[in-house]
């Protein structure tokens, strides 16, 4: 075939040359405007050319831009007309992830604008629950569980391994390992271990007296952590992306390997993952090798 630009690119092109402005042509597609500028600036690199001129308060397209802007515009226009006249009006199809409630606040969000812009056409819904038992299976395009990957009647894909670190409010004194562990020490439901294991990582006994509170998701742990409550381990990934989301929040101490890990979920039996459940896996391993590498 002969030279084709991405497509994404194009679509991003037609629309900020349509209305001269990238912020609008990010609300339009649905993107953000960092999003459709980079697609702007691939654009341009593929192509070897500026398509706009860009000054202060104001965008133009350049002569070439002109140009390829009315080509585009009829492709992308003839294309949507045969594609509705064969196959009649789109339907949509909407990806639905489900995870434990602390795994979506802290991780699934957080890397979602990364991959609606790179399929801006795939709306997302993501759901949660605070226990993996607790959910029926119902309409999940993709499940990712927090476990050691031996749930019955389930074929569980390994994603990633995990660590974990003690967390304290941002504005108090970085504390040492021992004044943290004469608390006040927050338990998380389900995962009561955690100090204990980072105390005998340090060499230190465990204090179950220090604990002051229990909750049942990371979400209400780090609530109290951020009121001056108390000290809580929480995963590494989600302590990084609280703080990167400008939680008040900074990690206290080193991490320690976690026994628990992500895993991808199918019933045993199950026909293989629909196109979209497959995209997406296959973005999120990419992902992942991305965090992983040196």
Not at 23 to 50: D, M
Request: with cysteine; aromatic share 8%.
């Amino acid at each position: 075939m002969d030279r084709l630009p991405n497509p994404v690119w194009l679509r991003s092109f037609e629309a900020a040359a349509r209305h001269l402005n990238f912020t609008e042509a990010a609300r339009e597609l649905g993107l953000t405007q960092t999003a459709v500028s980079l697609h702007i600036r691939s654009l341009e690199a593929e192509l070897g050319e500026k398509l706009f001129s860009r000054a202060a308060r104001r965008l133009d397209l350049t002569e070439l831009g002109q140009s390829y802007a009315l080509t585009v515009r009829r492709a992308l226009s003839d294309i949507a007309l045969s594609t509705n006249s064969l196959f009649g009006p789109a339907t949509r199809q909407t990806l639905t992830l489900r995870a434990p409630i602390s795994t979506a606040t802290y991780w699934l969000a957080a890397e979602l604008p990364e991959f609606s812009a790179l399929y801006p056409e795939v709306p997302v819904r993501l759901v949660s629950n605070i226990w993996a038992d607790s959910a029926a299976p119902g309409d999940v395009d993709v499940e990712i569980r927090l476990g050691y990957g031996d749930w019955p009647g389930l074929r569980a894909e390994k994603l990633c391994d995990e660590t974990i670190v003690p967390v304290c409010p941002a504005n108090a004194p970085l504390p040492a390992l021992e004044k943290m562990r004469q608390g006040p020490l927050i338990h998380i439901l389900g995962y009561e271990d955690n100090w204990a294991r980072y105390f005998e990582a340090h060499d230190l006994p465990p204090n179950e007296a220090a604990v002051r509170h229990s909750v049942d998701t990371t979400v209400a742990a780090l609530q109290l952590v951020m009121a001056g409550a108390g000290y809580a381990t929480i995963l590494t990934r989600f302590a990084r992306n609280a703080i990167a989301q400008g939680a008040p929040l900074q990690v206290a101490g080193p991490p320690i390997p976690f026994a628990q890990s992500h895993y991808l979920i199918n019933p045993d039996g199950a026909a293989a993952p629909s196109p979209l459940a497959q995209l997406y896996s296959a973005w999120l391993r990419e992902r992942l090798a991305r965090d992983a590498a040196p």
